[in-house]
């Protein structure tokens, strides 16, 4: 819509009206105030300069050019130094830009130009308070009450003011005055009840309470503000006795559940306690995030402690059971089920989870913890697959993935999947070095042996201390014949790790073997028998292995036949038997 010229020039005339207010500059603190000079003429030459100057300051403060915008309320000042308007937009301005100091100057100005004018006795009184001239917001702020008495928000800035300055008694009687115009009112009692309680007068902080439910009878969240206050100052039985009121006429009400049931707790009635919350478990309008906050401070309490855990069991099934659709309840149940080891209970509950909401990626990777813990590869494997369709870009789907195809001795998909994840993981380090490893482990499988040195080299770069990777490589070199001083300085190394480790013990007692050194390599055998119990088939095979070589052949068919009743020896551990002979 275009203006006409008729609209622009009463536009411009409204200008005018603000920009030619004048008035005396402020009289010297600590001297009498001099007379006001006569109002100052403009020509009008000069009102066209203010009216354009501060057109101009307007339309550029509207554009958010600020300090472009100060330039003109200045330009209008030194024209008419006395124009409380410019020297109100300034204030504005100073005030938006952090300049107090300036901005407080401005707005004192223009509030003393034009004692009138309530909205720079507004800014002022704002001023004064940001500056933590308390004492001076008040007084604006009571000259503001005193003359507008229907402007309601004026008593509640008052009142605010009164507070800052430790006046509660005066901030009470404001917002008295105030409650007198608008009726009870529930913010105006709640801040009465702070200030009397600020004063330590309990008693009267109670009665504005009772009053709002005098007013409200049958609001039952005044009823829980009362008790509450009564709990807050030790009268317990008066607490209970008003949630019973509250009960009377919101029997329902899933929030007195849950006060009932802090109060309970307090108490030590515990068991009282948890038929309240029961109560509100099993109520439909208590949102679910409120239950699950609930179950959440009880998780780390219910790890040691037995009946708290049997209590957070019970929520957590009221839980499922009343929100049978939601992948939160089934997850957290999931949460306290895997917490205590119950991992087939758990997988249950994150599998359910996951029918109910498939985009959710903490529980995709607790499941496939879990599978790992109950070493169920083949679901491992499927359900790593599912979710990196999900998340193609999370570098840890790949890795359990080809941890399960590794089990699964799916060596050549294990390592496509690794290949892939380790581009992923270039962030992560540690992560990397899982990933070089486990692709250590796939192209040994594979008989793809620099590769698999590669890999293990790599695994070691960046964790040289890493026990698994260094005895895997050692005891990988010792098969083949190769690097073995290398493979035995490795096994040393995770031997004066953990010296009484089977399985460091009989890889190194094996790279003694392939070296020749089969005294040496039954020494460290027997321990390795020892420390295990005898019970690696593995183990006991080369025990036998040792013997054989140092001519003890009864001895070795002793610990090859033990092998073979333990079961999970080599494929030429029968052979061995029947032939009394040593076959690689």
């Known amino acids: 819509m275009r203006f006409t010229l008729r609209h622009i020039t009463l536009l411009i005339g409204t200008l005018l009206l603000a920009a030619n207010l004048v008035a005396v500059a402020p009289p010297d603190k600590g001297k009498k105030k001099k007379k006001k000079s006569a109002k100052k003429e403009l020509t009008e030459a000069q009102r066209v300069q203010v009216q354009t100057y501060f057109f101009r300051g307007q339309k550029e403060k509207m554009k958010g050019n600020y300090e472009i915008a100060a330039q003109h309320f200045d330009a209008c000042l030194k024209v008419q130094p006395e124009n409380a308007a410019a020297l109100f937009e300034l204030s504005l301005i100073y005030n938006h830009l952090d300049q107090d100091e300036a901005a407080l100057e401005c707005i004192e100005k223009a509030a003393e130009i034009d004692v009138e004018n309530q909205w720079y006795q507004l800014q002022l009184a704002t001023l004064y308070r940001k500056n933590a001239r308390f004492s001076d917001a008040a007084a604006v702020m009571q000259k503001l009450v005193n003359t507008y008495p229907n402007k309601l928000e004026y008593y509640d800035l008052l009142g605010r003011v009164q507070a800052l300055q430790g006046k509660n008694k005066d901030a009470i009687a404001t917002y008295n005055r105030l409650e007198k115009l608008t009726g009870i009112d529930k913010p105006l009692s709640l801040t009465k009840k702070r200030l009397w309680l600020k004063m330590g007068n309990k008693e009267e902080a109670a009665k504005e309470l009772e009053r709002l439910i005098e007013a409200y009878p049958e609001d039952p969240s005044y009823y829980r503000f009362l008790a509450e206050y009564y709990l807050e100052i030790g009268e317990n039985d008066k607490a209970l006795e008003t949630y019973r009121k509250m009960e009377a006429i919101d029997p329902g009400n899933p929030f007195l ?249 009989d890889t190194y007692a094996w790279i003694l073997f392939q070296q020749g050194n089969y005294e040496e390599a039954r020494d460290e055998i027997k321990k390795a028998v020892q420390a295990d119990g005898g019970r690696s088939a593995v183990i006991i095979e080369h025990y036998g292995d040792i013997l054989f070589q140092l001519n003890d052949v009864e001895g070795a068919l002793e610990q090859w036949q033990r092998a073979l009743g333990i079961g999970g020896g080599s494929k030429q551990l029968e052979r061995k038997i029947a032939e009394k002979q040593f076959y690689e």
């Open 257 to 505: 559940s849950l006060a009932l049931a802090d109060y309970y707790r307090k108490e030590k009635e515990f068991e009282k306690a948890q038929v309240e919350l029961r109560k509100a478990f099993e109520n439909p309008n208590l949102d679910l995030d409120s239950k699950i906050n609930i179950l959440l401070s009880l998780y780390s309490v219910s790890e040691w402690d037995a009946d708290t855990k049997r209590r957070a069991y019970e929520l957590s099934d009221i839980l499922v059971k009343t929100h049978p659709k939601s992948a939160k309840a089934h997850s957290i149940n999931g949460d306290f089920y895997s917490r205590d080891r119950r991992f087939e209970e758990a997988r249950d509950s994150y599998r359910k989870a996951l029918e109910l909401d498939r985009d959710r990626y903490l529980i995709w990777r607790e499941l496939l913890v879990l599978n790992s813990e109950l070493r169920d590869w083949k679901a491992m494997a499927t359900e790593s697959e599912s979710a990196i369709e999900l998340f193609p870009n999370q570098p840890f789907l790949y890795l359990l993935h080809g941890l399960a195809q590794l089990q699964l001795k799916e060596y050549a998909v294990a390592a496509e999947f690794l290949e892939i994840g380790k581009d992923l993981a270039l962030d992560d380090p540690r992560m990397r070095a899982q990933f070089y490893s486990n692709l250590g482990e796939s192209y040994h499988n594979l008989k793809d042996y620099p590769q698999s040195d590669y890999y293990f080299d790599e695994a070691l770069r960046l964790n040289p201390t890493d026990l698994v990777v260094l005895n895997n490589y050692a005891y990988y070199l010792s098969l083949r014949k190769e690097k073995l001083e290398q493979a035995a300085s490795m096994s040393e190394t995770t031997l004066k790790a953990n010296p009484n480790s089977s399985t460091y013990l």
